[in-house]
């Protein structure tokens, strides 16, 4: 876990100018190497999604400098031309809800992103059942989203954010819309992942009883992120 | 790669279906309003169309028979005849009257010409059964819309008259039907009263009125001569007022039906701006009513090409289905309307493409808007 996936430093976001200006992250500094599972805590309302969004070069900071792998993507300013185009190929994304693509069959909410990176069919058809059969959900190729329950779809959205094999995958609370059980089977998946993926999770979560799964904890508190890293005998 | 607009169709097939069938059903109304535009139009025209004559004469200092009242004596023809460079001529009267049979009451213009004349008067080309008049009494061509048969007998004025031919669409200027008779009985129509009227003029020292006036007579040129010039040398050789055939369509559109024509282009100009916000209303909710799935493929990295080719391609679909439909609709209701309605291809596909490019920048606005949005909002942060 030595390689680098993610570091940020002096990393600032606002809101509003002059008076009415919001300050939501102050000189945010950290850094994640390959393969580390880390959740993300804080109140409801404290930035946790910014986070996430200026990470994922899809909200623009104020300031600071962003590195994902070692490609500097933001300092002071974007540094990249095309931020769809990093995203759909360094970067994963699971949400609160599963947000499968309604029209779309499980087969085609999963390729839709190789296919658009220019992947060949073949290739993308058999990384999909790949993927399906890893997450045990290999049955459901043609399956619409409408027809599988919320557990089996969110397992379809962590499908979905490995089709690319991305560096980083960003989840924002993926396990907020489901039961504790199946809330720590998600959260073990994720981590079997970082471990036999060599990708790297930020998961946004509320629920403590996940944190011990997690390598590290980032908790945003009066708008500086603080990095604990779990010891080895507490984690899961 | 995924085709995400045929997905997305595919996947809510009925309601793009009937957002279709919606738009077009819209698209054929403002069809309709162009074709009854186009029916007046035509319709003023049709009647001297029909009529094989290149001049009309008619009272002097009038613009008759049509756009003004005209009255001259019927032997003014035989004038008329050798004037030089005419072929033939002929007298014709025009009247308008109102009738009743078992399928309601119904204005019709009764054409009375000449049927021993060498010009036609009635359209062969729109006579579908029987024949045209060949005697000098009690015979009668009516319009089918009148719903008369072939062989019945129709009371007009005094007398019953026999039907022994059917047109279809003659009508007048106005829209109204036509029904011919010969001359003479259109003049004893006319221009004949009751006796009640005989003996009420009598009295006052009014001696009978002149069953040989006509409202125009109608004249045909020799090849090679110039109709212009020849109702010029008429004009000043009979002290009457003569029209060419263009001359005479040209009244009737800018006298006759200038008015209305213009209420009618007015009222299809309004309602076609009307749908067009309409529809570039419906596409652009269309396109909002996506602004979750379009958030995530933005997220997750798709590009604007991408998401923009699916919306477009959606939206283009849309129209041409609208357009057909549209059509169809405006095709199934014309003959239900009481007037002629005239449609025309290329208009609806003027407004297709009209209807089109609105609804490709309502589209457009549509995905600026969504991409614009802050893509956080769409996974609740």
Sequence with gaps: ?????????????????????????????????????????????SGKTTLLMMLGCALEPTSGKIVIGDRIVYDNKWKIKDDRALRRKKIGFIFQSHYLIPFLNIEENISLLPYQNGEKPKVVKQRVKEILDYLDMGD?????????????????????????????????????????KRAVSVVKMLKKITREQDVTIIMVTHDERLLPYCDKVLTIKDKKILVEENSDEHII | MINLAYKDISHSFSKFIVTAISVGVLLGIVIIMIGVYRGMVFDAKSLVDDIKADIWVVQQDTLGPFAQNSKVHEDLKEQISYQNGIKSASAITFETIQMQNCYGDF??????????????????????AGRTINKQHYEIVVSKKTHYKLGESIKLGRDYFKVVGITKESVSNGGDYLMFVSLKDAQMLQFTYTNERVKSDESRGIKGGNPHLVNAIIAEIKDGYNPKRVATNIEE?????????????????????KKSSK????FTVILIIVSIVIIALIIYTMTLEKIKEISILKLIGISNWTISKMIVEETVLLGFLAFISGNIFARLVQGAFPKRIVLELSDAFILFIIILIASIFASLFGIYKVIKTNPSEAIGG
Excluded at chain 2, 108 to 127: A, E, F, Q, R, T
Aim: charged fraction near 25%; proline fraction near 4%.
């Design chain 2, 237 to 257: 050789a009979t002290h009457k007022k003569v029209f060419t055939k263009d001359e005479q369509k040209r009244l009737l559109l800018e006298k006759v039906i």
């Design chain 2, 107 to 128: 204005k019709v213009m009764i054409v009375g010409y000449d049927p021993l004349s060498n010009i036609d008067v009635i359209n062969m080309d729109k006579l579908i």
């Design chain 1, 140 to 180: 459901k190729l043609y399956n619409m989203p409408s027809e599988l329950s919320g557990g089996q779809n969110q397992r379809i959205a962590i499908a979905r954010a490995l089709a690319n094999k991305p560096d980083i995958i960003l989840a924002d609370e993926p396990t907020a819309a489901l039961d504790q």
């Design chain 1, 1 to 45: 876990m030595d390689k680098n996936a993610i570091k940020v430093e002096n990393l600032v976001k606002s809101f509003g100018e002059a008076d009415s200006e919001v300050v939501v992250i102050d000189g945010a500094n950290f850094s994640l190497s390959k393969g580390e599972f880390v959740a993300l805590i804080a109140p409801s309302g």
């Design chain 2, 263 to 266: 209420q009618i282009g007015m």
